[in-house]
């Protein structure tokens, strides 16, 4: 069955009052410049439409929009508590083993310790294994590199985020 209307949650958040619609999309992204950007190009008239200014906004976000946007992240194999989207995106270390979360600890430490930042992927689907490696590979890359390695994977998991966020009930 093919529809012309948006999804129900996509009319929901084109509807929202501009401090409920802030509040939500700064639980998909904790960037300011983000959350404005994609205020401004209201009302959405599909999913892909929404997704197209979250990819611009991701592109245009500076060094200091990208550290507000990280900051909003928990380290990979600590989801914050009472946080059920960084839980569901770190299911793969959920049954992770001590040596695992362990190697993921200090992997973690050690790539703020040179990148001044959490070590940001786009967790969903991937294993603990998958994710160590991933930090392992991406330590040596330079912050250049990093930087837009990093916004790609907030890309992703701000796509992501915003999929739940408009699907229908």
């Known amino acids: 069955m093919t529809s012309t209307s948006p999804p129900a949650g996509l009319t929901r958040l084109n509807a929202l009052e501009e401090s409920a619609a802030r509040a939500v999309l700064h639980e998909a992204c904790a960037c300011t410049a983000w959350v404005d950007r994609l205020l401004a190009a209201r009302p959405y008239a599909t999913v892909d439409a929404l997704h197209a200014a979250s990819d611009a ?7 200091a929009d ?12 600590r989801p914050r508590p009472g946080d059920p989207a960084s839980a569901r995106e770190q299911r793969g270390m959920a049954g992770a083993s001590g040596e695992l979360r362990t190697d993921m600890l200090e992997l973690n430490l050690a790539y ?18 998958q994710m160590r490696d991933a930090v392992r590979e991406r330590i040596g890359n330079a912050p250049e590199r ?13 796509r992501i985020r915003l999929a739940r966020l408009v699907e229908d009930d």
């Open 57 to 63: 906004a991701v592109s245009g976000l500076t060094e």
């Open 66 to 77: 990208l550290r507000e946007a990280m900051a909003g992240h928990p380290p990979i194999g």
């Open 112 to 129: 703020q310790e040179k990148f001044g930042h959490v070590f940001l992927i786009c967790a969903t689907g991937r294993t603990g294994e």
């Open 146 to 158: 990093e930087r837009e390695i990093v916004r790609t994977e907030l890309g992703k998991i701000n």
